[in-house]
T-cell receptor
Framework: GDSVTQMEGPVTLSEEAFLTINCTYT??????LFWYVQYPGEGLQLLLK?????DKGSNKGFEATYRKETTSFHLEKGSVQVSDSAVYFC????????????FGAGTRLFVKA | DTEVTQTPKHLVMGMTNKKSLKCEQH?????MYWYKQKAKKPPELMFV???????INESVPSRFSPECPNSSLLNLHLHALQPEDSALYLC?????????????????FGPGTRLTVL
């Protein structure tokens, strides 16, 4: 079945460091891919998404490119801030009908001042 | 307005109690979801309503009973819960036009209800 694999955390970075959180997926169809972020004590918020191969999603300095050849959707940010400390979930949803949104296990990011 | 609201924020209940969680959105979304999230885990889907009809029940125990009174409201009725049901319960909604595949649209999540079962 479809699945999402994220790098294990926690990831600890200093402010202004470069961030990469790896995400790979397996899917039988042509999924849409998402990154959601969950700040402490809150629900999930969509960070960015891409709906087809080679699309790049971007928001708040974060970027991810839908790579069909490597089945990846890695999240990057050039310069992290303390306020980026949160849990990041990679997710996919299958466009072939019926509900299939599958979340990765989540990666916790700590950014130190 | 891109907000999903949930009440209460926190709930503590005994195993013999009956309580309800409430969720509301005014974005005109026609799909609404209940998820359960345990600490340090991703959300697990429980139920999906599409156009106020139950579309998906992910084999959830009958002590959880969902209800969708109208297109803006979603309830989760709780009865005879177990301590292992303690978790963060998240509501979400998405646009989902007719013919769309559920889950392909962006989901908007509420802040959740932190449930503790004693």
């Amino acid at each position: 079945g479809d699945s999402v694999t994220q790098m294990e955390g926690p990831v600890t970075l200093s402010e202004e460091a470069f961030l990469t959180i790896n995400c790979t997926y397996t899917a039988t169809g042509y999924p849409s891919l998402f990154w959601y972020v969950q700040y402490p004590g809150e629900g999930l918020q969509l960070l960015l998404k891409a709906t087809k191969a080679d699309d790049k999603g971007s928001n708040k300095g974060f970027e991810a490119t839908y790579r069909k050849e490597t089945t990846s959707f890695h999240l990057e940010k050039g310069s992290v801030q303390v306020s980026d400390s949160a849990v990041y979930f990679c997710a996919l949803s299958d466009n072939t009908g019926g509900f299939k949104t599958i979340f990765g296990a989540g990666t916790r990011l700590f950014v130190k001042a | 307005d891109t907000e999903v609201t949930q009440t209460p924020k926190h709930l503590v209940m005994g195993m013999t109690n009956k309580k309800s969680l409430k969720c509301e959105q005014h974005m005109g979304h026609r799909a609404m979801y209940w998820y359960k999230q345990k600490a340090k885990k991703p959300p697990e889907l429980m139920f999906v309503y599409s156009y106020e009809k139950l579309s998906i029940n992910e084999s959830v125990p009958s002590r959880f009973s969902p209800e969708c009174p109208n297109s803006s409201l979603l309830n989760l009725h709780l009865h005879a819960l177990q301590p292992e049901d303690s978790a963060l319960y998240l509501c979400a909604s998405s646009q989902e036009g007719r013919g769309g595949a559920l889950g392909t649209d962006t989901q908007y999540f509420g802040p959740g209800t932190r449930l503790t079962v004693l």
